[in-house]
C-alpha cells in the first residue's frame, strides 16, 4: 500500500471514530497532495508525498512558534497535535550522530574542500537523508563541517 493510499484508508478510519484532530490533518494533507498532484499534472511519487507531508510538519511548527510568543497555548496544543499525527507517517529521524556521518560522507563524495562547495555537499546529503531530517538541520551540520579552520 502507498502512503497516499495509507493516508486516505486511514482518514476513513479517523472519520469513522470520530477523530477529528486526525480526521482534520489527514484532510488537510490529502489536499495538499491533491494540490501537488494537480501542479505536476500526474501521481506524486512516495518521496514527493513525503516532502509535502514533511511541508506540512514545517508549517506547523513555524504555528507552534508563533503561538507560543503570542500566549495562545490551546492553538499551540492543537498544532502539536497536528503534528503528532503527521509525524506517524514520515521515516524514523536521523539522529545527531547519523547525520553527522552522513554529512561527512557526503563530503567525501563530492571532494568539498570549503564553504564554497555547500551546495555540492547539500545536493547530495540531502540525496541520502530522503525524508528522514529537516534542511535546515542538514544545512546546519554542512556548514559546521566546512568551516574553515581559523
Given at each position: 500500500?502507498s502512503?497516499?493510499?495509507r493516508?486516505r484508508t486511514?482518514l476513513g ?7 477529528l484532530?486526525?480526521?482534520n ?7 495538499s ?5 494537480i501542479?505536476?499534472h500526474?501521481?506524486l511519487?512516495?518521496e514527493?508525498?513525503?516532502v509535502q507531508?514533511?511541508k506540512?510538519?514545517?508549517i506547523?511548527?513555524e504555528?507552534v512558534e508563533?503561538?507560543?510568543?503570542g ?5 499551540k496544543?492543537k498544532?502539536?497535535?497536528?503534528i ?7 521515516p524514523?529521524?536521523l539522529?545527531d550522530a547519523?547525520?553527522d ?5 557526503a563530503i567525501a ?9 555547500m551546495?555540492?555537499?547539500?545536493k547530495a546529503?540531502?540525496a541520502?537523508?530522503?525524508?528522514r531530517t529537516?534542511?535546515?538541520k542538514?544545512?546546519e ?8 579552520a581559523?
Amino acid at each position: 500500500m502507498s502512503l497516499a493510499e495509507r493516508i486516505r484508508t486511514e482518514l476513513g478510519v479517523a472519520l469513522k471514530a470520530k477523530n477529528l484532530v486526525t480526521a482534520n490533518t489527514l484532510r488537510m494533507l490529502m489536499a495538499s497532495v491533491k494540490n501537488a498532484e494537480i501542479e505536476k499534472h500526474g501521481p506524486l511519487s512516495e518521496e514527493e508525498v513525503l516532502v509535502q507531508i514533511q511541508k506540512a510538519v514545517r508549517i506547523r511548527r513555524e504555528a507552534v512558534e508563533g503561538f507560543t510568543k503570542g500566549g495562545r497555548t490551546e492553538m499551540k496544543e492543537k498544532e502539536e497535535a497536528e503534528i503528532r499525527v503527521l509525524e506517524a507517517y514520515l521515516p524514523a529521524q536521523l539522529t545527531d550522530a547519523e547525520l553527522d556521518s552522513l554529512v561527512g560522507a557526503a563530503i567525501a563524495e563530492t571532494g568539498a574542500t570549503g564553504p564554497a562547495d555547500m551546495g555540492k555537499v547539500m545536493k547530495a546529503a540531502m540525496a541520502k537523508a530522503a525524508g528522514r531530517t529537516e534542511g535546515s538541520k542538514v544545512s546546519e551540520f554542512v556548514r559546521r563541517k566546512l568551516k574553515p579552520a581559523a
